[in-house]
Each structure stands twice: as C-alpha cells, then as structure tokens.
C-alpha cells in the first residue's frame, strides 16, 4: 500500500474528520474512508462507482483523459504490435515480460491444459441448440468446480497456479465447443502443435470431413483481438469475480460470475449489439436517423460501442482495432465490406457532432471488434464469448492479486436507506 503524507479534512456538524490521503504511481490521489463510518458514523454514497477506488493494483493503468491504457506499465499499442497474446497473459499474471525460456515453459503449461475432461462434452447436451453460447459459457464455467476439485482451494497458492492455467487454457475450448454445439457441428480438440489464437480458430471452424489450414491473417488479427480484450482496470465484470471471490467462492464460480456480468450490452455485450446496430443502420445515408436517436432523451437508443466510464478521449484499443479492420479486411479481400463503411462515417458524423464532443463519448473497444470478428466467419453471438474468452486472464490475475493480499476482506457495501422505518403487523382483515 502506497504511504499517505497528507490528509483531507471532513466536517460534519462542526466535528472535523482527518482522512489520510494516497498518492498513486499514477492517476488520481484517493482519500482513505475505511474508518469514517465507525469515527463519523455515516458512509459515503456513490451508486455506480464512479469516484471510488475498490482497491489498491499494480496491473492495469487506465488514464482516461489522455486515452492511455497500460498493463504492468507497457502501452498496450506497442503490446498490441510487438507481443502476443499468451506472453501478455504472462505479464498480467507475473508482472514482468517473460525470458525465453519462461515464456516457452508458460506458452507449454498452457498448451497441455488445453483439453476439458470428456464428461464435460455431455454437459453441453443439456442446453438447446440455439442457447446463446454466452449462456452456454456461464455454466460449462461453473460446472468446471464440480470436475478439477484439485484447485479450488483458494488458500493453497499452487491450486490458485493450477487454477489459474487451467481457465486461460480452457476457456477457448469451452467457447468454441458452445460455437459448434450451436451449429449442430461435431466438437474439436484442442492440437498442442497451434499456437493459442490458431487452435481457437480451428476448434471453430475446421470439419471432420476436411483438412483446415489456419490462415495467418487471421490467427495473427485473432491473437491482437485477445490481447486487447486482456484486461482493463476495475470495470464492471473484474469487480463482480473481485466481490464473487471475497466471499472465498472457488476460482470457477467466481469467473462466471464475471462471464455473466459480461455478457450486458452496457459492457462485454456492447461488440455483438455494435454490429447489429450497424447492420440496421445498413447504409451511410441512415446514419443522421440513428445519431439523432442516440441524442433523443425520450429515446432509449445509444450508439453502440461508443461512450466510456473512464475513456473521455479515445480508447487507445479502438484506435488499434481500426487499423486492424483495416488491414484484415483488406488481406481478406473483403473490399469496399459496407459495414466498415458505415462505422468510418458514423464515428466521422458522431465526432463532429457537439452532443458526443461535449459528452467526450468517443468509439471504444466494442465499435470496431465486431466488423473484423464478422469478417472471419463468426456470428454475432460468438463476439461476446471471445471477449470472455480473451477477458479470462485479467479477470483471474485481479483475483490472484486480490486472494494473496492479507489484508483482504469480503466485499460488503451499504447503502442509503429510503424505505419504511418500522411499523407493526397489520392483519389481513385489517388492511
Ligand atoms: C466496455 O469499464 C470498462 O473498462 C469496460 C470495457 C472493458 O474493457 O472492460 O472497456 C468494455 O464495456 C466498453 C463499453 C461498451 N458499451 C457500449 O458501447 C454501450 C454504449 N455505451 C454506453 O452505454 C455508455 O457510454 C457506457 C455504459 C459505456 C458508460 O456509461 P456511463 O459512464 O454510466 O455514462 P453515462 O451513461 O452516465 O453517460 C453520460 C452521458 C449521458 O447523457 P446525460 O444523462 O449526461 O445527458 O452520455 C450519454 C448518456 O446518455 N451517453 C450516450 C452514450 N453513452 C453515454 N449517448 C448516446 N450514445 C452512447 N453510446
């Protein structure tokens, strides 16, 4: 914990409140409130988080102002272009960039983990085949704490190892299994001779009837898309597996938690309802049409994929993702792809108009993702349980980060009471 050298002063009623004052490696300074309630006897309100620090982390920075997202310090731009995937993996959950040698024992533990155990494939059975495969992940997850009863205690720091290797690497085998059941396709193994993004895309879409080759382009795109879906500070998923897990829940249960809290269209949702809306939208001379419906107050309608609780610039991983579309698209052939044109002139229209540039909502991670994800052969509904997949490894390095702090405790918020103060039982022939 960072040392406090200051203090804010807080009067209630004429009684003055020191609260000590922490200064961070970066971002903004937090006031320690963790003895108001039993010195001022009152709490602090703030629905939705949005001026609280849930905790103290040394993995991911976000500045949102300047649209700068780092991970144990890297910029995720030069991440995105220089590293990949399962070696960010091993920076989230390590704190340092991998040698060689780690990273190729770290690339291997993975690897061998790949496959889930053979009664899980009945699991599936269970669901009907148009389940969404989100749903279908929420509880394949869950379920994994009734088959790897090995590394669930959450004391033992080799079981949180245990547990940790085994979600990053299963949880492509999980999503692409809810794919093919939801297709009415035969399931397919993990190969331990592909690398991460390529077994995923091979467990998607290669038959039984047919050799499938990997495409580079698109396992290369596929990697960058799990490495800007890594991780991302204390957003709303992250802090249900935090508030999941203080209550000593076992990995897996924790992490479904997070996969279901994902899965809202205010959040990891936001790719699959993005690429839906730009599929309604369908042709450039709508755009007006939706942009004025996303300004109307009476109109529910947002623009997907655009807006951030913390980016009021833009979300560096959007910039990236754009370039991707870009590049992906045009290796693929995939000219002139009408969407693409659609998203370039509403982000053009949106960011030229005052109601967006004065609420700083700018295209985030979700308004580009879809168009390439779509472009690879992916439906919609497989967009979000790629985000869950990618997601995995912050979502369990936050939770390791948190179960090895000593002085961690059960989540356990108040709140702001507004209802009945107590009244007496009224009978039923009295009301
Ligand atoms: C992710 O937290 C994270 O880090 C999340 C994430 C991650 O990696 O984990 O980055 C992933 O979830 C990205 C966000 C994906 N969601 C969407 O694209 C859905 C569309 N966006 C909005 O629903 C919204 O912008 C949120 C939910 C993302 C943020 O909401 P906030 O911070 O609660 O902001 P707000 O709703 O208070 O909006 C502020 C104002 C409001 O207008 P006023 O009431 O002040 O007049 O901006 C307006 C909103 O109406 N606004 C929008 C808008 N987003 C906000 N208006 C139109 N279209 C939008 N998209």
Known sequence: MAESTKSATLTIDGKSYELPIFSPTAGPDVIDIRKLYAEADVFTYDPGFTSTASCDS?????????????????????????????????????????????????????THHTMVHEQMHKFYSGFRRDAHPMAIM????????????????????WQREVASIRMIAKMPTIAAMAFKYTIGQ??????????????????????????????????????????????????????????????????????????????????????????????????VDRIPEFIARA???DDPFRLMGFGHRVYKN???????????????????????????????ELEKQALNDPYFADKKLFPNVDFYSGIIL???????????????????????????????????????????????TQRNYVEVEDR
Not at 145 to 151: I, N
Not at 230 to 257: C, K, Y
Not at 314 to 331: C, G, H, N, W
């Open 58 to 110: 040394t993995i991911t920075f976000i500045d949102g102002g300047k649209g700068e997202l780092l991970h144990r310090g890297y910029p995720i731009d030069q991440l995105a272009e220089k590293s990949h995937y399962l070696e960010v993996c091993y920076l989230l959950l390590y704190g340092e960039l991998p040698t060689a040698a780690q990273l190729e024992d770290f690339e291997s533990r993975v």
């Open 138 to 157: 929420v509880g394949v997850v869950g379920a994994m704490s009734a088959f790897y009863h090995d590394s669930t205690d959450i004391s033992d720091p």
């Open 186 to 283: 035969p399931f397919v193994y993990p190969r331990n001779d592909l690398d991460y993004a390529s077994n995923f895309l091979r467990m998607c879409f290669a038959v039984p009837a047919q050799e499938y080759e990997v495409n580079p382009i698109l396992s290369r795109a596929m990697d960058r898309i799990f490495t800007l879906h890594a991780d991302h500070e204390q957003n709303a998923s992250t802090s249900t597996v935090r508030l999941a897990s203080s209550s000593g829940a076992n990995p897996f249960a924790s992490i479904a938690a997070g996969i279901a809290c994902l899965w809202g269209p205010a959040h990891g949702g936001a790719n699959q309802a993005c690429l839906e809306m730009l599929q309604e939208i369908g042709t």
């Open 295 to 297: 300004k109307d107050k």
């Open 314 to 344: 833009f979300d560096p991983r959007a910039t990236v993702m754009k370039q991707s579309a870009d590049e992906v698209l045009d290796l693929l052939g995939v000219e002139d792809n009408p969407i693409l044109q659609v998203a370039k």
């Open 374 to 420: 779509e472009a690879m052969g992916f439906p919609t509904s497989m967009f979000t349980p790629i985000f869950a997949l990618s997601r995995t490894v912050g979502w369990i390095s936050q939770w390791k980060e948190m179960i090895s702090d000593p002085t961690m405790k059960i989540g356990r918020p108040r709140q702001l009471y507004t209802g009945e």
